[in-house]
């Protein structure tokens, strides 16, 4: 192509013909540029449809990320719920009989005191902040996603400062029960159990006992709430980005 050129311009230059040189040479540059336009052209676009083709990659990820948090929050929830309604029956009863202490302890013991913590699946919110990948996402998605995140640390945080409150407690029980699976084992050994002598300290274990499930009540009102939010944003993203795949 290049050497078909050179000989026209050539030829013109050998005819003496400047005018017609002058011409051609000015649409051989035109030609040329466009040609490096379209090549520009062709070059953007491969690049969008990489980038469109990453994007909605984030989109699916981020899509699982969220379902998989959706289906955590709500499993949580009903266990936290469901805890919470133990501890509710067990002060009920103070308004509807008069509670014996080895009565009082029994209900408190057969609660359970280990507090299921809960995490959040942000490994492709994190990977699209650490590539700066971010910023193929709107504003919009961008903004919410980092407000998630942030409700999510605050219940992890709010969770291990309750936790650390209820379990300074728990290391209370062990001069006065010892292991929790002791009472059961001494059912079998008379002499064991009234060597103990865990009856004798009933007072001691229900004053834990009732602190150690009064910091649980409180993190299952405020965990409750904090799901909740959590489980909304989780749902406005959702819908977000289901729109934003339909759009693109």
Same mark, same amino acid.
């Given at each position: ?7 026209i ?8 013909? /400047? /005018? ?7 649409g =051989? *540059?035109? $030609? ?5 336009? *379209? /090549? $520009?052209q062709?070059?953007n ?5 990489? $980038?469109? %083709? ?5 989109y699916l990820?981020?899509?699982d ?26 002060l009920?009863?103070?308004d509807?009989? =008069?509670?014996?202490?080895?009565? %009082?302890?029994d209900?408190?013991?057969?609660l ?14 994190d990977?699209l902040?650490?590539?700066?990948? *971010?910023?193929?996402?709107? %504003?919009?998605?961008?903004?919410? $996603? /980092?407000n ?8 992890i #945080?709010r969770? =291990? ?11 209370k ?24 002598n ?6 001691e274990?229900?004053?834990?006992y ?7 009540e409180?993190?299952?009102? =405020?965990?409750?709430e ?9 749902? %406005?993203?959702?819908i977000?980005?289901?729109?934003? #795949?339909?759009?693109?």
């Amino acid at each position: 192509m290049f050497r078909f050129f050179s000989k026209i311009r050539k030829s013109l230059l050998d005819e003496g013909k /400047a /005018a017609r040189y002058t011409k051609y040479a000015i649409g =051989e *540059i035109f $030609l040329v540029v466009i040609g490096i336009l *379209i /090549a $520009l052209q062709i070059n953007n676009w491969n690049e969008q449809r990489v $980038l469109d %083709a990453r994007t909605q990659d984030y989109y699916l990820q981020l899509l699982d990320d969220l379902n998989s948090d959706k289906l955590e929050v709500i499993k949580i929830s009903k266990i936290y719920q469901a805890e919470l309604k133990q501890y509710q029956d067990y002060l009920s009863l103070y308004d509807t009989k =008069e509670l014996e202490p080895k009565e %009082a302890f029994d209900h408190l013991f057969k609660l359970p005191i280990i507090t299921r913590p809960f995490t959040f699946s942000s490994n492709t919110f994190d990977t699209l902040q650490s590539s700066a990948d *971010i910023v193929l996402l709107p %504003a919009s998605i961008r903004n919410n $996603l /980092a407000n998630l995140k942030r409700t999510q640390e605050l219940s992890i #945080i709010r969770y =291990e400062q309750v936790n650390n409150g209820k379990n300074s407690l728990v290391e209370k029980l062990n001069p006065y029960l010892g292991s929790t699976t002791l009472i059961k084992r001494l059912e079998r050994q008379p002499s064991m159990k009234e060597f103990f002598n865990i009856e004798g300290n009933f007072k001691e274990l229900i004053l834990i006992y009732e602190g150690i499930h009064r910091w649980r009540e409180v993190w299952f009102y =405020e965990s409750i709430e904090f799901l909740n939010a959590i489980l909304s944003q989780i749902d %406005a993203l959702i819908i977000q980005i289901e729109e934003q #795949i339909e759009h693109d």
